[in-house]
């Protein structure tokens, strides 16, 4: 059974740091370029950032370029986001999600997606 | 950044309605879009990938066309297990941005 299992989430106080992690199961972790999308409560989705299969090349939102960072380690089949320097904007779930079939960033669809992590940011 | 205008943001309809949901692209996109169902409280499913192709698992009751840079994913017939919020993509180019959504309720 496919699974990506997020991890991590939490309160936090503005400027605070949080690592999220996602490990992945049931499908081949290396074929897959891995994501972070987000969704703040009742609103819409905002992709995050994408992480290719090796892991050389990461690209990141304006929203978050600067504070967060993506990172994958294929040997434990886990992705990860480090944030820092969190603010209150940055409250929403977020989704692990896995993408294959791409051309540089040309891909058809986010495939697998797991359940979502809550980070709320709050004093 | 490419912008995604999607309408209607909701709409109320009726199970065996056809249903029709619009997405615009501020450019083109080759074809790299993708609609998403998305139930509360659950993680998005795809539903079509570059713009018009069925993903595996997904009724065929979905469908999704293009022209130009207005896309446009069809719900042939509703079903009660389709009341959700539709959500259109961009993969064509960085960063990928998401339409605001469409609530299809009952």
């Known amino acids: 059974e496919v699974q990506l299992l997020e991890s991590g989430g939490g309160l936090v106080q503005p400027g605070g740091s949080l690592r999220l992690s996602c490990v992945a199961s049931?499908?081949?972790?290396?074929?897959?370029?891995m994501n972070w999308v987000r969704q703040a409560p009742g609103e819409g989705l905002e992709w995050v950032s994408i992480i290719t299969t090796s892991g050389g090349e990461t690209v990141y939102a304006d929203s978050v370029r600067g504070r967060f960072t993506i990172s994958r380690d294929n040997s434990k089949n886990t992705l990860y986001l480090q944030m820092n320097s969190l603010r209150g904007e940055d409250t929403a779930v977020y989704f692990c999600a896995a993408v294959n079939g791409c051309s540089g960033a040309h891909c058809p669809g986010v495939q697998k997606w797991g359940q979502g992590t809550l980070v709320t940011v709050s004093s | 950044d490419i912008q995604l205008t999607q309408s209607p943001s909701s709409l109320s309809a009726s199970v065996g309605d056809r249903v029709t949901i619009t997405c615009r692209a501020s450019q083109g996109l080759s074809s790299y879009l993708a609609w998403y169902q998305q139930k509360p409280g659950k993680a998005p499913r795809l539903l079509i990938y570059t713009a018009s192709t069925l993903q595996s698992g997904v009724s065929s009751r979905f469908s999704g066309s293009e022209s130009g840079t207005d896309f446009t994913l069809t719900i042939s017939s509703l079903q009660p297990e389709d009341f959700a919020t539709y959500y259109c993509q961009q993969l064509n180019t960085y960063p990928w941005t998401f339409g605001h959504g469409t609530k299809v309720e009952i």
């Open positions: 049931g499908f081949t972790f290396t074929n897959y370029a």
